[in-house]
C-alpha cells in the first residue's frame, strides 16, 4: 500500500478539481436542451441501440429495413421511459420544508389516531374506574376465585 503525501495529495485534487471546472466550462457553453438531447443520445446508443456490426453486415435490403424499424421503435421507446424516469425521480424526491411537513402530517395522523385508544385513558382513569365498578357491582371475588385462592391484596399494605 503507498501512501501518499501532503503535497501529492494536494496535487492530485488540484488536478481532479481542474478537470472538473474543464468539464463544467463545457456544460454550461452548451445550452440545457442541447445537453439533454445529447445525454438521451448517449443513453439510446449504450443500452438500446443496434449494433453498427448488423449495419454493417451483408444483410438483405428487407433485413436491414427490418433492423431500422426496430432502432426507430427502441429510440421511442426511450424517449418514453427516459422522460417517465426524470418524472417519477423529481415527483419523489422530497427536500427541505417539503419533507419537514411530511413527516409532520404523519406524525399527526398517527397521533390523531393512538390518542383515543392509549393517550386519554391513560390521562383520566377515573371514567374507566366508573365502568368498572358498574360491570363488577353484582360479583365477590371470593366466589369465582379459583382453587380457593386468596383474594390478590397488597402485601405493602399497613395493617
Known sequence: MVIETATQRKRRLQRKRKIWSEKLLEESSESKALRLERRRKEFVEKNYAVPRSIARANLSQ???????????????????????????????????????????????????????????PMLNPEEYKKMQKLNRAGIKQ??????????????????
Not at 423529481?90 to 411537513?101: A, C, P, S
Open 142 to 159: 371470593e366466589d369465582i376465585q379459583p382453587g380457593n385462592m386468596k383474594v390478590w391484596s397488597d402485601p405493602f399494605e399497613r395493617k
Open 62 to 120: 428487407e433485413q436491414y429495413q427490418m433492423a431500422l424499424q426496430r432502432r426507430s421503435s427502441i429510440n421511442a421507446f426511450a424517449d418514453k421511459t427516459c422522460h417517465a424516469n426524470q418524472y417519477l425521480r423529481m415527483t419523489t424526491i422530497l427536500k427541505g420544508w417539503k419533507y419537514v411537513k411530511f413527516v409532520g402530517a404523519f406524525v399527526g395522523v398517527l397521533g390523531l389516531a393512538l390518542y383515543p385508544i392509549i393517550i386519554s
